[in-house]
DNA sequence: CTCCGGATCCTCT
DNA sequence: GAGGATCCGGAGG
């Protein structure tokens, strides 16, 4: 598959993330973000984002999100300068890593849900001894973040400066589709917030599995 | 293919 | 004390 990418300023690039995630998210679809370290180098071509917001924009209550509650010790970085990174650990085994978006102050971010690896497959698979194919190495937020080699420990981690770089594409996708958010429980889930962003027709995006109907 | 349960512990109530 | 922005493997069709 073939990565188109701009470099871009980082300013220049914070200040793009400082929209709201509901308007950056789509943007990010075919961004790649790359991890440094001494093991190596990963890339992720993202292919497949939610957005979540915070308490501070009264017109779209979030119930969803980690902030909707007000700030904690947890979800801080989402609070913090566009182009932070907000990573979480959660059923007690899987980390899921965001891009911060918006001004500071706003809570507003976008959860990195799927991808491609464009660099570092060998790398990715060590991270990930149980992917069956290229696919899944990167097919799943927790997923992604494990390839990524991102933990807690990089909460609150600027995403545009080293050992981290972000590069939007080239030109931004002109097609996405959007549907309710995986995963999330009461109305944050339903179809009144459309805020999972894809790439349509690509293999790495979870199949969209609808919320299963349980009897009494 | 789909469905379902277990793993495993941090976070907030 | 409950539940989670998930993943994986096993059972069944």
């Given at each position: 598959?073939?990565?188109?990418?701009?470099?871009?300023?980082?300013?220049?690039?914070?200040?793009?993330?400082?929209?709201?995630?509901?308007?950056?998210?789509?943007?990010?679809?075919?961004?790649?973000?790359?991890?440094?370290?001494?093991?190596g180098t990963v890339a992720v071509r993202i292919t497949e984002v939610e957005a979540y917001m915070g308490p501070g924009d009264s017109s779209?209550?979030?119930?969803?999100?980690?902030?909707?509650?007000?700030?904690?010790?947890?979800?801080?970085?989402?609070?913090?300068?566009?182009?932070?990174?907000?990573?979480?650990?959660?059923?007690?085994?899987?980390?899921?890593?965001?891009?911060?978006?918006?001004?500071?102050?706003?809570?507003?971010?976008?959860?990195?849900?799927?991808?491609?690896?464009?660099?570092?497959?060998?790398?990715?698979?060590?991270?990930?001894?149980?992917?069956?194919?290229?696919?899944?190495?990167?097919?799943?937020?927790?997923?992604?973040?494990?390839?990524?080699?991102?933990?807690?420990?990089?909460?609150?981690?600027?995403?545009?400066?080293?050992?981290?770089?972000?590069?939007?594409?080239?030109?931004?996708?002109?097609?996405?589709?959007?549907?309710?958010?995986?995963?999330?429980?009461?109305?944050?889930?339903?179809?009144?917030?459309?805020?999972?962003?894809?790439?349509?027709?690509?293999?790495?995006?979870?199949?969209?599995?609808?919320?299963?109907?349980?009897?009494?």
């Open positions: 598959m073939t990565v188109s990418t701009s470099p871009m300023a980082p300013e220049q690039l914070r200040e793009l993330l400082s929209g709201d995630a509901r308007s950056v998210a789509p943007q990010l679809l075919g961004s790649v973000l790359t991890h440094h370290s001494h093991e779209h209550p979030d119930p969803g999100s980690h902030a909707f509650r007000g700030p904690t010790v947890r979800n801080a970085p989402m609070f913090s300068p566009a182009g932070r990174l907000y990573v979480y650990f959660t059923y007690g085994m899987h980390y899921c890593a965001n891009i911060v978006c918006g001004p500071a102050g706003t809570a507003s971010a976008v959860l990195l849900r799927a991808g491609e690896v464009v660099e570092g497959q060998h790398l990715a698979l060590v991270r990930r001894p149980t992917s069956k194919s290229a696919l899944d190495l990167a097919g799943g937020p927790a997923r992604l973040a494990t390839t990524l080699a991102l933990t807690t420990a990089d909460s609150g981690r600027d995403a545009l400066a080293d050992p981290f770089e972000l590069r939007l594409p080239s030109v931004p996708a002109t097609e996405f589709m959007s549907g309710p958010r995986v995963g999330v429980s009461g109305d944050g889930g339903s179809a009144a917030y459309p805020w999972r962003f894809w790439l349509p027709g690509d293999p790495t995006v979870s199949r969209y599995k609808a919320a299963k109907v349980r009897r009494a």
